[in-house]
């Protein structure tokens, strides 16, 4: 299947593991020049380096989505080598596992500033290159917890659903420029976050029985099929749709 982005710039952030670095490879597998930027550069170097040696083509780059001159950087430096940017999956993330009242001034300031205004400086820095081209594809990864959360993710839930909020806005004011955007929407998926939650628990079994009965389809979803999700929001498939959200999620916010 043509999906349309072969050697297409795909730059991916928090790509050194988890859905990101899961797209990477979905990507990769379709022929496109993937960018895998993270603030652990060792470990996308490994990824890239991976991707690399089973065939495909890899770039990574060290990041840091909250930080504006990180992110001019990183956009440079792919300008330099590329000279254009078709595709971002926004996906840095960090998260939090306390009550409201437990979470410190200094916790909330370090989730929104990776979650809500790393995806801002992503979006502000590479929308520009993409009006240049009158074209490209943002898709921002925002949560379940913007629909419906659960105990103790409150600071967390606020970043995602305000992910979903930005995202609106920007496909109004850039469509006109080619510019398609949109959200994917995990369920609870097997990534280091999911399972910090479950073990941060008091009950980690517990919670994460309460977890796998909440999904109607019984399990956590697998990073590669988050991943072919965004495949499609990116692909020459969705080119009608923006500011809009996919979840996949098994089917946990159809009962919420």
Known sequence: MDWGLQNKVVVITGAANGIGRATADVFAGVGAQVVLADVDHALATKASQEIISAGGKAWAIECDVSRTDSVKAMVELIMQRYARIDVVHANAAVQSNKEAIAVTEEEWDRLHSV???????????????????KKGAIIISSSGHAFATYPNSSAYAATKG?????MRGLALDYAKDGIRVNCIIPGATDTRLVRGYIESSNDPEATRKRLMDSIPMGRLAKPEEVARGILFLASDFAEYITGTSLAVDGGLLAQA
């Not at 801002?120 to 820095?125: A, G, M, Q, V």
């Not at 305000?162 to 930005?166: N, T």
């Open 162 to 166: 305000g992910e979903l909020a930005f």
């Open 115 to 133: 979650n809500l205004k790393g995806v801002f400086l992503t979006c502000k820095y590479v929308i520009p290159v993409m009006q240049r081209q």
